[in-house]
């Protein structure tokens, strides 16, 4: 993110190659949150990651309510040898097509810029803080950690579905960061059936071809940060 780094270094590429050595002055993750934590492949990068630095933060951003996952992040990663000495939230769209509806999204004013702002001058000044978590928040967690046990198709993936409309654009296959992707007779298929669940594919078909199987808050709206050009994205994850 551009915000924070004048040259940011993509996750998903990375994971693609060889790199995980990585020494600066500061190092900062910018991740979203799905149901309370990092997605999957943030966790393998950290974990299989090598980071010497004075001081190192993340910024988590959430769409709904951020639980406890500052709290949470920092001591699952610590797991991983990784001390974090800041870690700060940013309120977004919520982009989880199966509770939210992205045009009720999108018509939200969450001072995005504002809380950017905030966070940017907190790593400036090389802040030290976790938030604590309240009750609440952790109750939250581990209720929606609960949920997708017992019902992991509302976070593995395995709802997504190509409809009759695609056109094998290959769109889904240049923006899923998993590659699970790939276009076969002139349309697209998937690889596997569970993912990140990241839903890149379905917010940046053109054809609105992508939808979920059990529950699409509305299938007419999509959305993508209107400051992330899809071709930013698709070069984000080392694709043309």
């Not at 010497?52 to 309510?65: E, S």
């Not at 097509?97 to 009720?104: G, H, N, R, W």
């Not at 950017?116 to 790593?123: D, R």
């Not at 993936?157 to 002139?186: L, T």
Request: aromatic share 8%; charged share 25%.
């Amino acid at each position: 993110m551009e915000f924070f780094s004048e040259e940011p270094v993509s996750i998903p590429q990375v994971m693609r190659g060889t790199r995980r050595q990585f020494a600066d002055d500061s190092i900062g993750i910018i991740c979203p949150v799905y149901a309370g934590q990092p997605p999957k492949l943030v966790l393998r990068f950290l974990q299989e990651s090598n980071f010497q630095t004075d001081y190192f933060y993340m910024i988590l951003t959430y769409g709904h309510d951020q639980s406890d996952s500052p709290e949470f992040t920092a001591k699952l990663v610590k797991q991983y040898g990784i001390q974090v000495d800041y870690i700060g939230t940013v309120k977004m769209v919520d982009n989880y097509l199966p509770a939210f509806d992205m045009e009720e999204e999108m018509a939200i004013d969450k001072q995005i810029e504002e809380q950017l702002t905030a966070e940017k001058k907190a790593v400036f000044e090389q802040k030290r803080a976790i938030p604590e978590a309240t009750e609440e928040g952790r109750a939250l967690h581990a209720r929606v950690a609960e949920m997708n046990q017992k019902e992991p198709a509302f976070n593995n993936g395995s709802q997504i579905m190509i409809k009759e409309n695609c056109i094998g654009c290959g769109i889904c296959a240049k923006v899923c960061p998993v590659d699970n992707f790939y276009i076969e007779e002139g349309r697209a298929k998937r690889k596997n059936q569970t993912c990140e669940f990241c839903l890149a594919c379905a917010q940046n078909c053109p054809q609105k071809a992508i939808g979920l199987r059990i529950m699409d808050k509305n299938p007419n709206a999509r959305y993508r940060n209107e400051q992330i050009s899809l071709k930013e994205i698709i070069e984000a994850n080392g694709k043309r």
